[in-house]
């Protein structure tokens, strides 16, 4: 009896190691989420607004950031600004738990089997590799995000004024298709796989080279020299594929059933066009300051979260 339940909860922590990874990933960065929605809200309008004034249908809109904000509460309220939450909270749950689980679970794997860590090639294929399993799992909630951030600019009658997430989705495969769920995922793929690279391998090598350097192990300070590192390598790595990405997911048919973008070559070579090359940058401090707590909350709650479910204090 007494072996069975040794067995029982031998494979009970077996599980359990296997499922950490994706259960901290996931949770460590929903109060970041909830911290940057209303910049990623304003983030997304500048990109929109960038791209409407390009094309002369801006209609007097800019894209000061803090004008936009004003423009926000006045129009929707105070929360406006969060509109689309629960979409945001589910794009973390889905597409944050894959990435930062897969990759954790990769490295660490990997750090037991060769009794070493991953070299910085190995890192990069296993955070591209986490990103872009990432993207399939979390692109329906993305687009989710991404259409009701930027319902309010449109004009009344072209509005879709999704209730929530689930009606948003559902409504998505009803009026446009399954696949739509699936629209803008290639550039969301390559944005996903340079944050995953720029981010995770950074963050990893920064506190490695540390640790190393001082003859400690994961301060603090580390952590945040670490975070603050790999978040703005990855924000200016990324941004023109955010860019990209928020114009395919928003996108309307014309009249005749035509859509503005045919792919994202096309997007990407239309938008340097009407935009010029830095447009691809647009909004790139608002962007930072998304990405800034995002990044950074997440990255230390992560190393929090897995210092209080060590295999020590499994144990115990």
């Not at 990769?106 to 591209?128: A, C, G, Q, V």
Request: with cysteine; proline share 4%; aromatic share 12%.
């Amino acid at each position: 009896m007494q072996s069975s339940q040794i067995q029982s909860g031998m494979i009970f922590q077996n599980a359990w190691e296997k499922i950490k990874p994706f259960f901290i990933g996931g949770f460590a960065g929903c109060p970041a989420t909830i911290i940057v929605q209303p910049i990623d809200t304003i983030k997304v309008r500048i990109q929109i607004i960038n791209e409407q004034i390009a094309l002369g249908k801006a209609n007097g809109l800019t894209t000061n950031p803090i004008t936009i904000s004003k423009h926000v509460i006045v129009n929707d309220g105070f929360r406006g600004l969060f509109k689309g939450m629960d979409a945001a909270l589910l794009r973390q749950l889905t597409y944050g738990s894959t990435r930062l689980g897969l990759f954790r679970l990769l490295s660490d794997t990997h750090t037991e089997r060769n009794n070493r860590y991953p070299t910085m090639f190995e890192k990069i294929m296993y955070s591209s590799f986490a990103g872009y399993v990432a993207c399939i799992v979390g692109n329906p909630a993305d687009i989710s995000v991404v259409r009701f951030q930027q319902d309010s600019l449109l004009p009344a009658h072209k509005r879709r004024n999704y209730k929530n997430v689930m009606d948003a989705m559902v409504r998505m495969v009803k009026e446009e298709g399954f696949f739509t769920l699936w629209r803008g995922s290639i550039p969301t793929i390559v944005r996903a796989v340079f944050i995953n690279v720029s981010m995770l391998t950074t963050y990893d090598e920064v506190k490695e080279r540390i640790n190393a350097y001082t003859g400690t192990k994961d301060l603090f300070t580390t952590s945040c020299i670490a975070s603050f590192s790999a978040c703005l390598v990855s924000s200016v790595v990324s941004l023109p594929f955010d860019n990209i990405k928020t114009k395919l997911q928003g996108m309307k048919a014309n009249r005749h059933g035509v859509f503005p973008y045919n792919n994202i070559g096309d997007c990407m070579v239309k938008s340097i066009k009407s935009e010029g090359f830095f447009g691809l940058w647009v909004g790139m401090p608002t962007f930072l300051c998304r990405m800034f707590p995002h990044s950074i909350v997440t990255l230390l709650f992560q190393d929090y979260l897995y210092k209080c479910f060590s295999k020590n204090t499994m144990k115990n």
